[in-house]
């Protein structure tokens, strides 16, 4: 929503300050308008692969969205590994294969939808709890384990971002490309009268700008957008990790849910109180 708000500020500065002094159908060069989005579709597709364009239209979508990562999730998610632990510490890591064989029949993580509709989140955690139940890793491999899943999925994330941007980066160049056509056009047609000589020029220079405003007042905030989701998202996993850690490690559920609300954001870390409240509620 805040990036329709941006636009419509954007259209009024550039759009309603010079329709105060100017003609806006000065502005109106429809082959102008549709080079510049030839040279920009083009562009994306030649630089970018099948796998790559599909990951960038999937994720589009979620610049107009609001972050779901927030206070109330991250209670949950809290909430919920110290459950698991719980269990774990009072019955023993097998007790907690058929949960994370299947989370979706389980009764622990199907008390929690917010969680689980964060699938790529879930699937970090049981495959982490499952490595716990099953195999030999100490606490130090399975760090080293989970950091290089965290720097994967980073980069696989912020990949869709990166080359919005870029797209972006690209359309001043486009629209100087569209400018220097029309200059071309005006160059044949020098015999005409200066006033049909400047419609002309005009026109080309639309381009320009038309070129500048897109990429700076339109793609470039998708593309920050983007990114923002993707550090807001990556934050879930070093939650996880380090709760998983502090419980490999020996600590206390209680003070192992306490590790992993320390490494949240300020804006969305609930205090040791509003934590420790949630969790006694919740075991009643």
């Not at 510049?36 to 979620?62: E, Q, Y």
């Not at 199907?110 to 699937?123: I, W």
Request: proline share 5%.
């Amino acid at each position: 929503m805040l990036l329709i708000v941006g636009y419509l500020i954007v259209l009024a500065a550039a759009i309603g300050t010079y329709a105060v002094h100017g003609s806006l159908m000065a502005l109106w060069v429809p082959l102008e308008y549709l080079a510049i989005f030839g040279l920009m579709v083009g562009s994306f597709i030649a630089g970018n692969g099948g796998r790559t364009m599909k990951a960038v239209l999937k994720t589009l979508p979620s610049a107009l969205k609001g972050s779901p990562y927030g206070k109330a999730l991250y209670m949950d998610l809290l909430a919920l590994m110290y459950e698991i632990l719980a269990k774990v510490r009072k019955e023993g890591l097998m007790s907690i294969e058929n949960d994370v064989d299947d989370p979706d029949s389980s009764p622990l993580f199907t008390k929690y939808p917010g969680v689980m509709a964060d699938r790529h989140a879930v699937e970090f955690l049981t495959d982490y709890l499952r490595m716990m139940v099953g195999g030999n890793l100490n606490a130090f491999e399975i760090e080293n384990l989970m950091d290089l899943e965290i720097e994967t999925h980073h980069q696989e994330a912020h990949a869709p971002a990166h080359i919005v941007a870029k797209t972006g980066d690209a359309l001043p160049a486009f629209g100087i490309v569209v400018a220097v056509m029309g200059v071309v056009n005006v160059m044949g047609s020098v015999g005409e009268p200066p006033a049909v000589l400047g419609k002309m020029i005009g026109g080309a220079l639309v381009g320009t700008f038309l070129g500048i405003l897109l990429s700076y007042g339109f793609v470039q905030p998708i593309a920050g957008q983007l990114e923002q989701k993707v550090e807001e998202g990556g934050k879930i996993y070093q939650c996880i990790k380090v709760v998983l850690l502090a419980s490999m490690n020996g600590y206390a559920p209680q003070v192992a849910v306490e590790f992993g609300r320390k490494v949240l954001f300020s804006s969305d870390r609930p205090t040791f109180s509003e934590l420790e409240e949630d969790l006694k509620a919740r075991r009643k």
